[in-house]
Every structure is written in C-alpha cells, then in structure tokens.
C-alpha cells in the first residue's frame, strides 16, 4: 500500500539553531529539487528548560546556580509531495543533533 498525502508537516528540533538551519536548508533543496512545492521553515516558539543547583554540597543554601537548556522548533510543510521527494526525504542525512518527526 503506497499513501501520497496532499500535504506533509516536517517538525525538525534541536538545540543547536544552527543545525537545525541547515537541515531545513537540506529539506528545502531536497524539495526544490524534485519539484515539490514547500512553506516554511516556520520558527515555532523556542522552549527553555531551568535547572536550579545548589553550588555547595554541605552548607551555603543560598548560594544556587542556574542552568539552561533551549529547545528551537522549526515546521515545514510540503504540498502534493511525489514519491521522489519522500525517497529523498527518507535517505537525507541530518545531523545526530536534530530530531525529525513526520506527520500527515
């Protein structure tokens, strides 16, 4: 059973921005290339994660120090894609960084 959706939503995250660029960089080539039209990338809103740590194993429990990490979200959508542009897609290599979730 093949499927051929009318239109694909690519959600790309990462905590490095400037992987996550170049990977939608890579998608969106991928699809110019095989004659897939495409919106986005779209930044969706960046999530920060804090951790609070007391520096101190002993004593000092108001002495803390604060950590972060950021989570970018990129979507990009793909309108009418061939089984070019999923092949493509599917043999697209990303960096170990970004995480990439297909949905229909």
């Not at 694909?8 to 660029?21: D, F, G, M, P, T």
């Amino acid at each position: 059973m093949h499927m051929n959706p009318d239109k694909l939503k690519l959600i790309l995250k990462s905590y490095e921005i400037s992987a996550l660029k170049k990977s939608c960089e890579q998608i969106i080539n991928v699809s110019y290339r095989t004659g897939c039209s495409s919106t986005g990338p779209i930044s969706l809103p960046t999530k920060r994660r804090i951790y609070c740590v007391l520096r101190s194993p002993h004593v000092n429990k108001d002495s803390r120090e604060h950590f972060e990490t950021r989570t970018h979200k990129k979507v990009i959508y793909l309108h009418n894609p061939p089984a070019e542009t999923i092949q493509s897609l599917i043999k697209l290599d990303l960096p170990p960084s970004v995480h990439l979730k297909i949905d229909t």
